[in-house]
Structures are given as structure tokens and as C-alpha cells.
């Protein structure tokens, strides 16, 4: 995560949709993040953290949803074991 200027939602407006920064905090939106939907949850949990928490969340709970690894032997093997570690660290920098 990287650190960037603030956003508008030190002002009261809604964070920009490319990724919101708040205190040195840096959450991109994945390719499911449609900016309706930031918006929504921002008006909603009124706090950039909590949306990104939210959104890491769910992302998280997607991923154990399914096998973190599977392998078709002597074809392919796809490990999404880090993947998960790296939301989950992702978590713990926000929190």
C-alpha cells in the first residue's frame, strides 16, 4: 500500500474511486469495486477504513470460499495461498 495525498472525504465528499488515501492508507478498488458501490458503502460506514476493511473482507472471504490450491497433475498447479496473505496483510494495515 502506498502513500498518497488525501481525498476529498476530508471535506465530506466521497473518497475518489482509483483509491483513497487517509493517513498514509492506500486501498486500490479490484476489478469487481464499481465506484457506485464505494460510494454506497461510504455514505454508509462514513469512514474510508471501514470501506476498506469492508472490501478486504469480503475479498478474503472469497477467496476461502474456494480451494486455495488445485493441481491437475503433470498440467498446471494455481496456489492462491498468497494471495490470501497478502489481503490479509493488507487487513492488518488498515486495522
Not at 1 to 29: E, I, N, W
Amino acid at each position: 500500500m502506498k502513500a498518497a495525498r488525501a481525498c476529498a472525504h476530508c471535506h465530506g465528499t466521497p473518497p475518489r474511486t482509483r483509491g483513497c488515501s487517509v493517513d498514509g492508507l492506500r486501498v486500490p478498488p479490484g476489478p469487481g469495486d464499481l465506484p457506485a458501490d464505494l460510494e454506497r458503502r461510504f455514505f454508509r460506514l462514513q469512514s474510508v477504513r471501514a470501506v476498506a476493511l469492508e472490501v478486504l473482507g469480503e475479498r478474503r472471504a472469497k477467496l476461502l470460499a474456494d480451494p486455495l490450491k488445485v493441481t491437475v497433475d503433470n498440467v498446471v498447479t494455481m496456489d492462491l495461498q498468497e494471495n490470501l496473505r497478502g489481503i490479509e496483510r493488507q487487513i492488518e494495515q488498515v486495522g
